[in-house]
């Protein structure tokens, strides 16, 4: 069983939205840190948003304001609303699980990743 699974990437103009879904499997949801993580062409993976179990939460500064993640314990799901995207918000999108109890940015805590989802926002 594949434990995460990402939806919902594609194709959207620049100002416009996309809502990215991640279904993880029941045994790394909870108390599991989630996260989403992007990499674009020639650079490194980096985190867009993470929620700890406990529903601390952590964004990178390029996407304060205008993305926001959340997860459901009833669906073991983790979304992505991204709102006024932006040409640099294009990437692979990969959701991200971690035994860890803070929403941290570091790679290499997390170890179960979605196989990605491409993101194009054209301008």
């Known amino acids: 069983q594949v434990p995460l699974v990402e939806s919902g990437g594609g194709s959207v103009q620049a100002g416009g939205s996309l809502r990215l879904s991640c279904v993880a499997s029941?045994?790394?949801?909870?108390?599991?840190?989630l996260g989403w993580f992007r990499q674009a062409p020639g650079k490194e993976r980096e985190l867009v948003a993470a929620?700890?179990?406990?529903?601390?939460?952590n964004y990178a500064d390029s996407v304060k304001g205008r993305f926001t993640a959340s997860r459901d314990g009833s669906k073991g799901t983790l979304d992505l609303q991204m709102n006024s995207m932006e040409s640099g918000d294009t990437a692979v999108y990969y959701c991200?699980?971690?035994?860890?109890?803070?929403?941290?940015?570091?790679?290499?805590?997390?170890?179960?990743w979605g196989q990605g989802t491409q993101v194009t926002v054209s301008s």
């Open positions: 991200a699980a971690g035994a860890v109890s803070i929403p941290t940015s570091r790679r290499e805590l997390y170890r179960y």
């Open positions: 029941g045994r790394i949801f909870s108390g599991y840190t």
């Open positions: 929620i700890s179990s406990n529903g601390r939460t």
